[in-house]
């Protein structure tokens, strides 16, 4: 009869733990195949290795469903996007940068409008707040124009389909005691009326 050292040593290299040792570590699906076809350990271990393996493997797939992409990466962007797509539709605003803090860029586009970006601490940014005061067609034009910057592949009937759902173009809509939300995809447009700001577009992206 073979010592058992002897039978080892007469193992094919992927039959030898250590080769089901690598695969746990860089591909779990093929280290748990091995590890239940070489029956190293008892079940209780292989059940145990088996789960780490899975739990290994999955959770890269787990951080990128729950990661959320931002609406613009920096304010460079913000501002390269905001004048690309001025331009694009003609519109006669420009982003002036009037404050900063470590959360927040506040620009104004006219004496009566006013864009938030709100950015996290990498400076990423996942909300932008335009702030209209008054009446008129500025405020119309602005708030088509950050609709549609926030996603650039919709088109102009798109656009004025998100307006019409946010009660825009509704002349009897109560805004001040009221507020709308509409999402479409990632991206989620909510309008309401504050007395001491006026009225607020507020584009998020979510999950």
Do not use: C
């Not at 008129?136 to 307006?163: F, R």
Request: glycine share 4%.
């Amino acid at each position: 009869m073979r010592h058992r050292s002897e039978q080892q040593g007469n193992k094919r290299f992927y039959q030898k733990a250590w080769f089901m040792w690598v695969f746990l570590i860089i591909f779990p699906p093929v280290g748990i195949f091995l590890l239940w076809k070489q029956k190293i350990f008892k079940k209780p271990t292989r059940f145990i290795l088996t789960t780490v393996g899975v739990l290994y493997f999955a959770s890269p797939f787990f951080l990128v469903a729950n990661t959320t992409i931002p609406l613009f990466y920096n304010h460079e962007e913000f501002v390269e996007a905001y004048q690309a797509e001025a331009k694009e539709v003609d519109v006669p605003f420009e982003l002036k940068q009037a404050e900063e803090t470590d959360h927040s860029i506040t620009s104004k586009l006219s004496e009566d409008l006013t864009i938030i970006e709100n950015k996290d601490d990498a400076g990423q940014i996942h909300e932008v707040v335009l702030v209209g005061q008054g009446e008129g067609s500025d405020i119309v034009l602005a708030m088509g124009l950050t609709i549609g910057l926030a996603n650039e592949d919709q088109s102009i009937d798109e656009v004025k389909e998100i307006m019409n759902e946010l009660k825009l173009f509704d002349e009897n809509y109560d805004f001040e005691n009221n507020e709308t939300t509409v999402e479409r995809d990632t991206i989620r447009y909510n309008m309401k009326y504050k007395q001491s700001e006026g009225l607020l577009l507020t584009v998020s992206k979510v999950n």
